[in-house]
């Protein structure tokens, strides 16, 4: 069972990246699933999340209208596609799953897989 992110790297301000994050060993629509991120210093937070109840997608404020999270079931795959870039989104992104809670908390102790990051660097 584990969650492989990919994706990650140095782009310029303005710029875009698409993060990808493929399950292997469960099926990622019967979790919420979600992206955090951690910039250096600074604690996790949480980006977006697709919920398994309703199938609706949340975004930080920090993101909305920048960042677009999506899931293919075939693939088995999260994204999160990020645009216009700024050099505050500089973090490891890592990719995430909750059994429970459906998007509703954004607690690290509440998700229950993790990727293992990848970094992505915004910087001109």
């Known amino acids: 069972v584990q969650l492989q992110a990919s994706g990650g790297g140095v782009v310029q301000p303005g710029g875009s990246l698409r993060l990808s994050c493929t399950a292997s060993g469960f099926i990622l629509p019967h979790f919420a699933n979600a992206w955090f991120r951690q910039a250096p210093g600074k604690e996790r937070e949480s980006v977006s999340c697709i919920s398994n109840k309703d199938g609706r997608t949340y975004y930080a404020d920090s993101v909305k209208g920048r960042f677009t999270m999506s899931r293919d079931n075939v693939k088995n795959t999260m994204y999160l596609q990020m645009s216009n870039l700024k050099p505050e989104d500089t973090a490891a992104y890592y990719c995430?799953?909750?059994?429970?809670?459906?998007?509703?908390?954004?607690?690290?102790?509440?998700?229950?897989?993790w990727g293992q990051g990848t970094l992505v660097t915004v910087s001109s």
């Open positions: 995430a799953t909750d059994p429970l809670f459906a998007c509703s908390s954004d607690l690290e102790q509440d998700y229950d897989h």
